[in-house]
């Protein structure tokens, strides 16, 4: 199969490096093929990938068999007179862009929406997706099948895709920011950024291998033991409202993506 991206920013990027990293295993594309109006930036990823830069959008959807779009959402409607034609099936990875507003711009497309995180890039993701009603089998199964090879994938209902994108998709940058504020803490306590940097990015995914196998409740008990240092932070945290902060930031995300 020839797969097509139609766009070459972080998301798409981090899709590309993925598939290329499992292009020997079942359903991984045979070649795949980059459009982007910045055409350096697809020539640098398709050289990365071994992948190959198309001069425009209607040429990519004319000779790629499934079609990534991986655009900004205010281009869709430009984008999509050059898709139309081709009748190319299509997985959109646009944010806060529905199966709906996507058939109005790409009427009598195979359509299938798609939220995936940068964990991609290292066969690691979640990835959201919503089938609409009545999709083909055949190609619903060589979707999935082609996901799955970037990580976990779950199937949703579209109502939820907004939600779930707050959770999946921005908790890496939710993450990060912890990380680097426990970083910057142990190089004031003496440790080099790059042991700290270390301890911390183990510690954070050793804790994603337990979560799949404790509720973070339970996990939590488990890591701190009464009167010891573990709890002793986790007071703190609790004490200056971490949940509220949280459930701030989900808030401002779904504000942000459902406009």
Request: hydrophobic share 50%; net charge negative.
């Amino acid at each position: 199969m020839k797969l097509g991206f139609i766009g070459a920013g972080n998301m798409a990027t981090g899709i590309a490096r993925g598939l290329a990293a499992a292009r020997e295993e079942p359903g991984a594309p045979e070649a795949m093929l980059f459009a982007d109006a910045d055409h350096d930036r697809a020539r640098k990823l398709a050289e990365e990938v071994s992948g190959a830069v198309v001069d425009s959008n209607r040429a990519l959807a004319e000779d790629a068999e499934l079609v990534v779009l991986a655009v900004k959402p205010d281009v869709l409607d430009a984008v999509a007179e050059d898709l139309v034609g081709a009748g190319r099936p299509i997985v959109s990875i646009l944010a806060g862009t529905s199966l709906e507003r996507l058939s109005e711009a790409l009427p009598g497309i195979e359509l299938v929406r798609v939220m995936p995180n940068l964990g991609a890039q290292l066969r690691q993701a979640v990835l959201c997706v919503t089938f609409p009603e009545g999709f083909p089998d055949n190609l619903r199964g060589q979707v999935t099948e082609l996901l799955g090879l970037l990580g976990d994938v779950i199937e949703i209902d579209e109502e939820l895709i907004d939600a779930a994108t707050a959770l999946m998709g921005c908790s890496p940058g939710y993450l990060a920011l912890m990380a680097e504020v426990l970083v910057e803490e142990g190089v004031r306590e003496g440790l080099r950024e790059d042991q700290a940097l270390r301890m911390v990015a183990r510690s954070m995914a050793a804790t994603g291998g337990l979560l799949d196998l404790h509720k973070p409740d339970a996990l939590k008990q488990a890591v701190a033991s009464p009167g010891g240092m573990t709890e002793a932070g986790l007071n703190a945290l609790e004490e200056r409202s971490i949940r509220v902060t949280l459930k701030a930031a989900v808030d401002a995300s779904l504000a942000r993506v459902r406009g």
